[in-house]
């Protein structure tokens, strides 16, 4: 049996009614048990759950504390590509956006990732757009393969594949892979992606088993919030990391809180998730998952960043980019410009997410970061709050 098989015959709606209408003395039983169950999660997302947010706080606080220490994880997105043949409404790189796209050259991946490596990164994670002509498996491999000598973990976040086409990227080097659903709310996934492979919900939803059975040690999983109502989409998740715990035990299991952010195409979030419902996530998250990875990108600010810290992040990007030569301005020299998926001569006047040919540094971003604190500003900030930053936490030559 799939996660799919169990997700279709999820009570959602009568969680979130649960959720909706549990009473304080829900959320303290739900925080103090020791085998929570959705149930128990949905009460701690509740309303009255939000209203103990100090409460929930310094259990997570201490769960976090016991099970983790006092570190944080630090990682870098390296994008490889901006291509890509899925219209996705809410993404800067669906298909149908006129923006400035390329794919690096192994010898320009190499070039990003040594910036990366001379900021102090150690954990990578490669991404790319699903464009089989410009990210075909066999790029990836060799990205992979090129970078692996000098990154002790290379995690990937790309177009799903097939288990048997996963098995070269570990063998590679790569040892994780992360997979956001977008949204688990069917009808949403469908108004969303209009072209493209990506349309097929079920596919995607059975990515990590087919990355597990692969050889991948890290599965990393997530809606994006503001496609669809947060409770629901946030019970589907815990739903997903249960059923992942459960089937894919050899596996760690990490947790993204990713809220939509600008990007080109300027599409609106249809629902929203506050900050405060976000820290509420989070102290929900770990104490239903004590054991679990919950991750934090540049996506929110510095100051909520730092305040989740205690909470329950364990792991946390920094000085992201979010376009392909973002670090060193690898690649612009081939830059094109893309129309409905045509290149056409680049514009003179493109507009905010496309620049002109004149000023044009890096091809169009996937959407713009909040927390624009350079990777040793972040670290000192973690220390000073009473952590360490870990750029390293594994070796390929502890399994070799």
């Not at 994008?79 to 390329?102: A, K, Q, T």
Request: aromatic share 8%; with cysteine.
């Amino acid at each position: 049996m799939s996660f799919v098989t169990e997700f279709n015959s999820l009570p959602l709606e009568a969680l979130v009614k649960k959720s909706l209408a549990s009473s304080p003395a829900a959320v303290r039983s739900a925080a103090a048990t020791t085998r929570s169950t959705l149930a128990d999660f949905a009460a701690l997302i509740s309303p009255a759950g939000g209203e103990m947010l100090e409460m929930l706080g310094q259990q997570a606080h201490r769960m976090t504390k016991q099970r983790f220490g006092k570190v944080i994880r630090l990682f870098a997105p390296l994008y490889l590509s901006n291509e890509c043949i899925n219209n996705c409404s809410y993404c800067g790189f669906s298909r149908d956006n006129s923006i400035l796209r390329v794919t690096l050259s192994l010898d320009e991946v190499r070039r990003e990732a040594a910036e990366l490596k001379s900021q102090g990164f150690r954990n990578l994670l490669l991404v790319a757009g699903e464009h089989p002509k410009f990210v075909s498996n066999n790029y990836l491999r060799d990205c992979i393969a090129t970078l692996h000598n000098d990154w002790p973990s290379i995690s990937l976040e790309v177009g799903p594949m097939e288990t048997e086409d996963y098995r070269p990227l570990v063998a590679a080097g790569s040892d994780g892979l992360i997979v956001y659903q977008e949204t688990y709310d069917r009808a949403v996934y469908a108004e969303m992606h209009t072209a493209g492979p990506k349309r097929n919900f079920d596919w995607r939803l059975e990515t990590p088993e087919r990355a597990y059975t692969a050889g991948f040690r890290r599965l990393g999983i997530s809606p994006l919030y503001g496609l669809a109502d947060w409770r629901t989409e946030a019970l589907s998740v815990a739903a997903h990391a249960d059923y992942l715990l459960r089937n894919c035990w050899k596996a760690a299991i990490t947790i993204s809180l990713p809220r939509l952010r600008p990007c080109a195409g300027e599409f609106e979030p249809l629902t929203h998730l506050g900050d405060r419902e976000l820290v509420q996530l989070v102290c929900a998250f770990r104490l239903t998952f004590p054991d679990v990875g919950i991750v934090l990108s540049t996506r929110e600010s510095p100051r909520l960043r730092d305040g989740l810290i205690p909470l329950g992040v364990t792991m946390m990007s920094a000085g992201a980019r979010t376009e392909p030569g973002g670090y060193t301005g690898a690649g612009k020299e081939k830059i094109h410009q893309t129309v409905r998926g045509r290149i056409v001569e680049l514009a003179a006047d493109a507009g905010e997410w496309t620049p002109s040919a004149t000023r044009a540094t890096n091809a169009t971003s996937q959407f713009n970061i909040a927390d624009e604190r350079t990777p040793g500003e972040v670290a000192e900030r973690i220390r000073r709050l009473g952590y360490e930053p870990v750029w390293k936490d594994w070796d390929a030559a502890l399994t070799a």
